[in-house]
Structures are given as structure tokens and as C-alpha cells.
């Protein structure tokens, strides 16, 4: 492992001091390392613990843990940790690798077979001293040790028994940022990026620090700094010195920088005349490209790939494969341990909707299902959850299962592009649980996605989970103080994939807000229950895209999505609504799962009906397993969802004098907002059922009631 020099230690340290002015200004800013002073009763159970702190190496992922001990003591505690070279003299908190602790201590019983990043919290006995310590097999897994007690004294849990091991679900845990270069951001509604300005890196790249600080406390290893759409200039030997500074600033933290490329680099930047990925020229090129990265960043982490995807040049330009495509890079990485994640949104964004047997929905299993094992090894197939495109509830993409000899990894969408843009309150956590626990029975087995995902269910080498985040330069960073939820949630699943939602939001609450036993259950119930509250007023029933798809994916706009090449259809006249995606009479989509899945969505005897109008047309007076009919489960949800905006109104102002003024203040007037907004779902779809069904509300609030009631 290549050790760095004085000069990156030293921007670390350089980075600390500033980072602490910086993170302490303003209650958002912190995120959920406020590391606020705990209250007297708290704070005495943890008086036993030892006064000093030992990093037993020099490297700088250790100096950063040492480093964030000491903030995070101080703040909770107010105790300033002493630092030595020895823990001989006093009990000391040991941070240290195991085969340099059991040199120490070798009497001491180390937990074996815990994976890369995996960490022990201990207690045991140094040179007669009793230690705390926090031991792992890499430095990053330290890190994350430190950041995992720290979280504990937060929440004012018990430590002073401690013994726990925990190591993450899947060794790939990154996020996509759709930054570009110009310091705009697609999809992004936190301000402008926190990467780029006016076309070059920013001069000041201290929040891009913090912001690698807040991923590392969750356990995330990996960011993909710029826009899938790439600009190829990210490439350019120019502004490879730009990419060092990020690195730089990453580094401390243990994330890898990667950045998304464009596939045509090689001929619109790399004076070739062609990009076809068998042109012995374009594998040249890739490898110089990749060696000199590889020299100035040498923990580089790879590449991010999206190709022939609405307008994006792609392998299909010359006849290949995205095989042959992402096989030419990944040749170029594997030297030096890199990485490609190749995006499966591929698809025609030219449909012809007027031919019932198009469905976008199959694109991805049909491109990529049969190039199963003719990836390279160092190949990961980031798969959107769902094989439409973030929706408020897809079901989960069949491609997921149908990769049994192919790294791949599940994409989740942090950035609400399609749930709110963090206008809204919208906790995703739940819905990522609900597709990450579902059996596609792959291969006539139990296979969850979330094993699938991280290579266990076919012992794959690698996989994991990519979130596409898309932070910004407002203090808030993803603008609702509330959304920081998704942001935190995402990397405790990508950690441990079997932690519950409830888990989850208890934590966040406690880290962000306190442990004040009222503000805990008010803001978990009302994070909890707000995608099906987000669900409920803008598209239930898995419709899908009701929002303004040819505009900002936001305003309710049902008839943007329908007579057009994108193939978000809802398929909806005047007699029924929702896709035929049946084996039997539609497109055939559902014959892309296993055949236990199958008899679960094929039949409308046994369709789920959240999900019922993703995969059937049914009429709007066909019989929900509620009992309600589909046009009347319209009007009443829309009607519950607005109500329930409204109550989370009342909620808030429970908290007044419980919680800080500022954060009081800015989510009461987000949720003021939202409440408003619901009605204008609310009413414009429930207006435009009623148009295109011309069945009214049998309780009298939408149109006329029908003799049909």
C-alpha cells in the first residue's frame, strides 16, 4: 500500500483546524456530527472512560481518527483528550490495526474473520491498564470504529461493556454526484456544487472536505464527483491537477475519488477518430489515460459509465456491446485496483407509444441479461432500484436477479428528483428497505436483492450500493434539514443492509436533534410515515410518473408522460388506467422474473395493489383487495395524503422550545409549504381521474356522484 507523504498529512491537519470553524457555525452545516454537549445525567456514565488517546501508527487515516476522537470528546464531554506516543503510562483509548495491537497485547483475544472495513469496539487489559479500543484490519476501518463510539456517546448508550464487531454488508458503498463543471447540478436543489465553479474545480474545496467527513462517518469509501452526463474535459491532462486537489481533500476521510466519463473521450478529447472500444488506438489510449491518473492520485477509485442513455454516445455506434464497451476500461483500471461502475440505463427514448407491446421497462434485462459473464471482474452494473426511473414505488428491476456471473450494484436516488426535490418531506429509507428485502428467487433460490447487490447470493468479488446524493453549497446541504435523513440513511443500508427504517431514523433523530424523548418519536413518526403521506397525494397505486416529466419533475402533470418517446406511460383513457405488463395479454415484462415472482405480480387475484397499475390496466370500477375501487382509492388517498401534510404542521409545533429556533423555524415554514402543495396534488389529479374516468367521488368531493355508487 502506497504510504503519502508529509504533504498530505499536513493538508489533513491543515483541514482539521479549518473544518472545525467551519462545521460549528451553523446547526445544518454539522449534519448529524453536532457532537453537542450532553446534559449532566448523560454525560457521568461515561466519567470511566480512559483521559488519553493513542494511535498506534502514523498513517493519516489513524491522525484523522485521532483527531475526530478528540472534536468528538470535547464537544460531548468536555474533556480534551491528552495524545502520546505510548499507552504504558495511563488507560488510553487504542486506535490501531490487530496485528499491531496484538504485538502490544498479546495476550489479548482479537474477534478473526471480519472484512475489509469491519471494526471491533473493545475493552481489554494493556500493560496492566484498562484500555478502550478500536481495532480493525485497515485503517479506513478505524475510521469508521472512531465514528461508530462517538455515535454511541451521542445517543448516550452504554459503552463501558463494550464488545461489538461490525462490518459492512458490501465492499462497494459510494455515491454519484451529478455535478458539472460550470458549478450547476442536474437534478440538484441544494445550491450550486461544492466540486466545480465556472468550469474548473473550485478554489476552495473545504466543504467538499466536510462533506467526504459526513461520508466517511456513515462508511462510505467511494464518490463519483461529476455528472453521468460527462463533459470529456474531466479527462483532459489539464485538468487532471484539478482532480488532485479533490483527491487530496478526500483522502483523510478514506474516500476514493472516481469520476464519470464519456465513452467518446478518446475521439472528442484524445485526438483519435474514432472511440470504438475493439480499436486497438482506443486501448491504448485508455491505458496511458489510466496510468497517469494512477500517478497522481494512486487511490484513485475508477470510473462511473453511462452510455447510449438518452442522447449519450455509446458502444452501439459501432455495433458493440456494452460489454466490449466497459471490458476496454476495466482492462485499463485492474493494474491498479479501479474499478468501473457501467449504469444499465440504457434504453430508447424514442418509443413509439402507440405500439402496445413497447415497454421501457424491459430495456435494461434485455441489453444486458445476455451478456451475463462477459464482464471483466473489476466490472460493477449499477442498476437503478426500480426499471423505470426513481418513481415513488417501482417494483424492483428484474436485472437485479438476472446477473448471476456479473458484479453488479443497486442504484438508489437520494436527490427527491421524483419525491418532493426537499421541498417535501419524503423519508426514502423505507422504500429502499422494501426493495432491498424483497426474494427474486434468482435461479429457483432465496435471493434478496440486498445479498444479490453485494455479491453473496452467486459469490461474486465485488458489489455494492451507489447513491446518487447531489449535495449543495447550502448550509443545509440537501436544503430540507429533514432530508439529511436520506443522505445518512443511505449509508447505514449500504453498511448494514438489515438495519430497520425505525433503527435508522431513531439514530439520525438522536445525532441531529438530541435525545430529548419527544422530539425522538415526533420527527421518526413523521419521517416514517412520509413517503406513503407523498405517496398517497401525488401517485399511488404505482402508477408512476404523474409529475410534469417534460418540465421540473415536480408540478402534477399526469398527461406529460402519456403519447410520447420517453415511455413513462400510464396508459390511462377513458375506460382503465395502468400498464398490461402481463406474460399473458401486455408486454411481457413480468416474464423477466423468476417464476415465484411471477405468480405473485402476473395474476390480479395476487398483485399487491400498491403496485397494481405498474403491472395491469384495469378499469377505474375494478375491486382493490381493500375493497375499494381503484377510482375511489384515487380520490381517498389524495384527500389523506393532504391531510396528513397538514398534521405534520401541528406535529412540528409540538417541538417549539425543544428544538433550536433556527431548524425550528426553517422546517415549519418547508412543512407549512408542503401542506399547500398537497392540496394542489391533491386536487389536480383527483380533478383529472375524474375527467377521464367521469366517475365521481361517492363522498361527494370530487365531480358528481356517479349512480355507479
Not at 483546524?17 to 454539522?30: H, I, K, N, R, W
Request: charged share 20%; with cysteine.
Amino acid at each position: 500500500m502506497k504510504r503519502f507523504g508529509p504533504r498530505a498529512i499536513v493538508h489533513a491537519l491543515l483541514f482539521a483546524g479549518v473544518l472545525s470553524s467551519f462545521l460549528y457555525a451553523d446547526t445544518g452545516a454539522e449534519g448529524w456530527l453536532r457532537y453537542s454537549a450532553l446534559e449532566h445525567p448523560a454525560a457521568k456514565k461515561y466519567e470511566r472512560l480512559p483521559t488519553s488517546t493513542v494511535a498506534w501508527n502514523d498513517s493519516l487515516l489513524l491522525k484523522t481518527a485521532q483527531l475526530e476522537l478528540i472534536r468528538g470528546m470535547k464537544g460531548m464531554l468536555g474533556r480534551t483528550l491528552r495524545t502520546g506516543a505510548s499507552p504504558f503510562a495511563e488507560p488510553a483509548i487504542v486506535l490501531g490495526r490487530f496485528e499491531r495491537l496484538h504485538a502490544l497485547a498479546p495476550a489479548l483475544s482479537f474477534p478473526s474473520n471480519i472484512r475489509e472495513d469491519g471494526y471491533w469496539l473493545g475493552h481489554g487489559q494493556v500493560r496492566g491498564f484498562e484500555c478502550v479500543l478500536i481495532a480493525s484490519s485497515t485503517d479506513r476501518g478505524v475510521l469508521y470504529g472512531v465514528f461508530a463510539l462517538l455515535s454511541k456517546i451521542a445517543r448516550n448508550e452504554d459503552i463501558m461493556a463494550l464488545d461489538e464487531v461490525q462490518q459492512p454488508s458490501a465492499p462497494l458503498r459510494w455515491v454519484n454526484q451529478w455535478d458539472n463543471l460550470d458549478g450547476r447540478m442536474e437534478r440538484g436543489y441544494a445550491g450550486a456544487s461544492i466540486f466545480f465553479e465556472g468550469g474548473d474545480v473550485r478554489a476552495d474545496l473545504t466543504r467538499a472536505g466536510a462533506y467526504a467527513r459526513l461520508l466517511a462517518s456513515v462508511g462510505i469509501n467511494g464518490c463519483a464527483i461529476n455528472n453521468v452526463n460527462a463533459d470529456p474535459r474531466v479527462l483532459a491532462d489539464s485538468f487532471l491537477p484539478q482532480l488532485v486537489r479533490v483527491a487530496d481533500v478526500f483522502r483523510p476521510w478514506g474516500v476514493r475519488l472516481s469520476v464519470s466519463v464519456d465513452l467518446s473521450a478518446p475521439k472528442a478529447k484524445g485526438g483519435l477518430d474514432t472511440f470504438d472500444p475493439l480499436d486497438s488506438r482506443v486501448a491504448a489510449w485508455w491505458r496511458r489515460k489510466v496510468d497517469d491518473i494512477y500517478r497522481q492520485i494512486p487511490d484513485f477509485g475508477g470510473f462511473v459509465v453511462k452510455a447510449d442513455s438518452e442522447g449519450r454516445a455509446g458502444p452501439s455506434s459501432y455495433g458493440r456491446s456494452p460489454s466490449d464497451a466497459a471490458n476496454v476500461i476495466a482492462r485499463a483500471l485492474q493494474p491498479h485496483g479501479g474499478v468501473l461502475f457501467y449504469r444499465a440505463f440504457v434504453y430508447d427514448h424514442h418509443l413509439d407509444w402507440r405500439n402496445l407491446r413497447n415497454d421501457r421497462a424491459m430495456a435494461a434485462y434485455d441489453i444486458f441479461h445476455p451478456l451475463d459473464g462477459k464482464f471483466e471482474n473489476n466490472v460493477v452494473i449499477q442498476i437503478k432500484y426500480g426499471p423505470i426511473d426513481f418513481q415513488v414505488r417501482e417494483p424492483v428491476s428484474p436485472l437485479l436477479g438476472g446477473l448471476q456471473h456479473t458484479n453488479e450494484a443497486i442504484e438508489l436516488q437520494i436527490t427527491q428528483e421524483y419525491t418532493g426535490q426537499q421541498r417535501h418531506l419524503c423519508f426514502l429509507v423505507p422504500m429502499w428497505k422494501e426493495a432491498l428485502d424483497f426474494d427474486l428467487h434468482a435461479n429457483a433460490q432465496s435471493t434478496p436483492v440486498k445479498d444479490l447487490v453485494a455479491g453473496r447470493a452467486f459469490h461474486r468479488p465485488t458489489g455494492g450500493f451507489v447513491g446518487v446524493a447531489n449535495v449543495g453549497m447550502d448550509v443545509n446541504w440537501l436544503a430540507h434539514p429533514l432530508a439529511m435523513a436520506n443522505l445518512y440513511g443511505f449509508g447505514r443500508l449500504a453498511w448494514n443492509s438489515d438495519l430497520s427504517a425505525s433503527a435508522i431514523v431513531d439514530e439520525w433523530t438522536r445525532l441531529t436533534f438530541g435525545n430529548d424523548p419527544l422530539v425522538v418519536r415526533t420527527i421518526s413518526q413523521m419521517q416514517l410515515s412520509s413517503w406513503h403521506v407523498y405517496e398517497r397525494y401525488t401517485g399511488p397505486l404505482g402508477v408512476g410518473t404523474l409529475t410534469n416529466i417534460l418540465g421540473n419533475h415536480y408540478d402534477p402533470g399526469p398527461e406529460s408522460s402519456e403519447r410520447n418517446g420517453w415511455g413513462q406511460w400510464h396508459r390511462a383513457d377513458r375506460e382503465g388506467i395502468g400498464m398490461d405488463r402481463t406474460v399473458a395479454t401486455g408486454t411481457g415484462f413480468i416474464g423477466q422474473y423468476s417464476s415465484e415472482v411471477q405468480k405473485l405480480y402476473e395474476p390480479l387475484a395476487t398483485c399487491p395493489d400498491e403496485i397494481l397499475l405498474f403491472f395491469h390496466h384495469v378499469a377505474y370500477t375494478h375491486v382493490l383487495h381493500s375493497g375499494k375501487t381503484v377510482i375511489q382509492h384515487v380520490y381517498d388517498a389524495h384527500y389523506e395524503g393532504a391531510r396528513a401534510t397538514d398534521a405534520y404542521v401541528s406535529q412540528w409545533k409540538l417541538l417549539k422550545g425543544h428544538v433550536d429556533d433556527q431548524r425550528y423555524t426553517d422546517v415549519l415554514t418547508r412543512l407549512q409549504y408542503q401542506a399547500g402543495q398537497a392540496i394542489v396534488w391533491r386536487d389536480a389529479i383527483d380533478e383529472w381521474s375524474y375527467g377521464m374516468s367521469g366517475i365521481g367521488d361517492a363522498k361527494g368531493r370530487v365531480g358528481r356522484i356517479s349512480s355507479a355508487h
